[in-house]
T-cell receptor
């Protein structure tokens, strides 16, 4: 158990719909990351938040958005869903998310499996 | 793009040491090497990381060559539960003082009874 929690575990929805995935980081971690893992793309970094502020963006679609709340939990919003959005979505957290100084390790949650029909 | 090269698959007999190689010939001086593994569709699990020196923890050992162009993850006594995809990642420093982990395809390790 990494200490990172994600809900829901599974989500089945239809094309065109909107869903929200939730992540609670490990106690003490300020940085949250979202990743998408589909069969043909592998694990792809989407976005990072640090203490409520967006810090880095990866291959995140404009239909997707995220935020980190004052209690440090994060939500990933996926809208206008397409069949190709079916994937595993992982959240990870780390203490700082900063490159300098001490090393910083990301710990991953169990993921949310999204199926778009 | 991932900065690492790993064999796509490896087999290891149960109870023997599993040695997983990784090439990272373009690594920069301040970039760390991280190893994660993913069992089936579970979340990636952190194993170990290092910069220059060899590292050991309760899960594994990491041997980094002196020129830092390659490394080897060693699982000393592999068990069936170690069957997983193992990812070798170079932690790349990006803008605003942050960094990114870029996952490649990894090595599928099969531990055989």
């Amino acid at each position: 158990d990494s200490g990172v929690t994600q809900t829901p575990k599974h989500l089945i929805t239809a094309t065109g719909q909107r869903v929200t995935l939730r992540c609670s980081p490990r106690s003490g971690d300020l940085s949250v990351y979202w990743y998408q893992q589909s069969l043909d793309q592998g694990l792809q970094f989407l976005i990072q938040y640090y203490n409520g502020e967006e810090r880095a963006k990866g291959n995140i679609l404009e239909r997707f958005s995220a935020q980190q709340f004052p209690d440090l939990h994060s939500e990933l919003n996926l809208s206008s869903l397409e069949l190709g959005d079916s994937a595993l979505y992982f959240c990870a957290s780390s203490v700082t998310g900063l490159a300098g100084g001490l090393t910083d390790t990301q710990y991953f949650g169990p993921g949310t499996r999204l199926t778009v029909l | 793009d991932a900065k690492t090269t790993q064999p796509p698959s490896m087999d290891c007999a149960e109870g023997r040491a599993a040695n997983l190689p990784c090439n990272h010939s373009t690594i920069s001086g301040n970039e760390y090497v991280y190893w994660y593994r993913q069992i089936h569709s579970q979340g990636p699990q952190y194993i170990i990381h290092g910069l220059k020196n060899n590292e050991t923890n309760e899960m594994a050992s990491l041997i980094i060559t002196e020129d830092r162009k390659s490394s080897t993850l060693i699982l000393p006594h592999a068990t069936l539960r170690d069957t997983a995809v193992y990812y070798c990642i170079v932690r790349v420093n990006s803008g605003a003082g942050s960094y990114q982990l870029t996952f490649g395809k990894g090595t599928k390790l099969s531990v055989i009874p």
